[in-house]
């Protein structure tokens, strides 16, 4: 029996190590876990915001090309609203989708951004369903249109900590003359 109490410390301690070991390995695990999953949501989020966003484009380039068709755009490409009907009604269902999935995945002020930018988009199209001709009026749409943008991006870059973004406000620069 002596020999029992004096190597109990020793056993104490290896059970001590042993359970220090499977806690510490534990706690390691659920973090790496925790980290891995919050990754995956992020990588959720950014394709959510993406896939709007790309949604969202699509309907506001081809505003810009009926704009052109009715004189208020000098988009280089018209197009007849009979002919982008189906094109503009293709970008308005693939709109849905994408926005419910933004409503699920993200955040309350990118949803809140988003809002502004669409219904700036629906109220361009809805001044080119009417076939108005106010190229000043139109002017005014797109630069609503890209501050809603703007702000729509920047919610983003802020939700999943990224880098501030370059605003796109390209000025082109006209063809010299040679």
């Known amino acids: 029996m002596s020999t029992f109490v004096q190597q109990l410390p020793a056993l104490i301690g290896v059970v001590i190590g042993a359970l220090g070991s499977y806690l510490a390995s534990t706690r390691g695990d659920h973090a790496r ?3 891995e999953q919050a990754a995956r949501w992020e990588e959720r989020r950014l394709e959510a915001y993406t896939t ?15 704009a052109a068709h009715l004189g208020n755009d000098p988009h280089p490409h018209p197009l007849a609203p009979e002919e982008a009907a189906p094109q503009l009604a293709d970008a308005a269902d693939a709109r849905d989708p994408a926005g419910e999935a933004l409503l699920m995945l993200g955040s309350p002020e990118v949803v809140e951004k988003a809002r502004e930018w669409v219904v700036v988009v629906m109220d361009m199209e809805a001044f080119l369903r009417d076939r108005t001709h106010s190229p000043e009026t139109w002017s ?6 890209r501050s809603a943008r703007d702000g729509y991006y920047a919610a983003v870059r802020r939700d999943l900590t990224l ?11 006209p063809p010299q003359p040679s």
């Open 33 to 35: 876990f925790r980290r």
């Open 52 to 66: 709007y966003a790309r949604s969202l484009k699509k309907s506001v380039t081809l505003a810009y090309r009926i």
């Open 140 to 145: 005014n749409m797109l630069m609503r249109q």
């Open 163 to 173: 880098p501030p973004g370059h605003s796109a406000d390209w000025q082109l620069v």
